[in-house]
Antibody, heavy 119, light 109 residues
Framework: EVQLVESGGGLVQPGRSLRLSCVASGFTFDEYAMHWVRQAPGKGLEWVSGINWNSGALSYADSVKGRFTISRDNGKQSLYLEMNSLREEDTAFYYC????????????WGQGTLVTVSA | EIVLTQSPGTLSLSPGERATLSCRTSQSLTSNYLAWYQQKPGQAPRLLIYGASSRANGIPDRFSGSGSGTDFSLTINRLEPEDSAVYFCQQYGTSPALTFGGGTKVEIK
């Protein structure tokens, strides 16, 4: 069974940084692209960033480009999101998501971790 | 960036009825690369349909997807109370930006 467990969320002041982590199990981690998708409370889904299996291809939504950095450690079966210069509009649940292959649909989701950016 | 427009915003139906949800894309999708997700309150989204019409593992055959080009739909036959949720469509035909529709809320009376 695929499991994705996020951690690292919390309350942070505007302009500060936060690092999210996701530990994966139940599948061969280094064979799949992985993504972060966020959802502001009561709102829709927004793709944030994706990384291919060997970290050779990284992509970001325009809303986070230059501020967020995605990375992965295949040996630790882990996905990360380094978030800098946080803004109030970054407040959301952040989901770690498994791609079905590489930039396709998302076949497994973590339960999410809440990031609240507020003074 | 491809924009996805879902309609209606909310659908209120009775158990046993059929729900038809629409997702329109601003550009024609490569190979009908469109997926549907179901999200119940307090839960993460769950994959229902991929490739516009293929059901994901474990999804009841009451759920079906159809469409091509820029017009897609999700049909839920014989609605059950547990189908109450928000449904999102997502395109993966154009990399790298993967975009979602705004969602349709299905309420069961």
């Amino acid at each position: 069974e695929v499991q994705l467990v996020e951690s690292g969320g919390g309350l942070v002041q505007p302009g500060r940084s936060l690092r999210l982590s996701c530990v994966a199990s139940g599948f061969t981690f280094d064979e799949y692209a992985m993504h972060w998708v966020r959802q502001a409370p009561g709102k829709g889904l927004e793709w944030v960033s994706g990384i291919n299996w060997n970290s050779g291809a990284l992509s970001y939504a325009d809303s986070v480009k230059g501020r967020f950095t995605i990375s992965r450690d295949n040996g630790k079966q882990s996905l990360y999101l380094e978030m800098n210069s946080l803004r109030e509009e970054d407040t959301a649940f952040y989901y770690c998501v498994k791609d079905s292959f590489s930039w396709h649909y998302f076949d497994s989701w973590g339960q999410g971790t809440l990031v609240t950016v507020s003074a | 960036e491809i924009v996805l427009t879902q309609s209606p915003g909310t659908l209120s139906l009775s158990p046993g009825e059929r729900a038809t949800l629409s997702c329109r894309t601003s550009q024609s999708l490569t190979s009908n690369y469109l997926a549907w997700y179901q999200q119940k309150p307090g839960q993460a989204p769950r994959l229902l349909i991929y490739g516009a019409s293929s059901r994901a593992n474990g999804i009841p055959d009451r759920f079906s997807g159809s469409g091509s080009g820029t017009d897609f739909s999700l049909t839920i036959n014989r609605l059950e109370p547990e189908d109450s949720a928000v449904y999102f469509c997502q395109q993966y035909g154009t990399s790298p930006a993967l975009t979602f529709g705004g969602g349709t809320k299905v309420e069961i009376k």
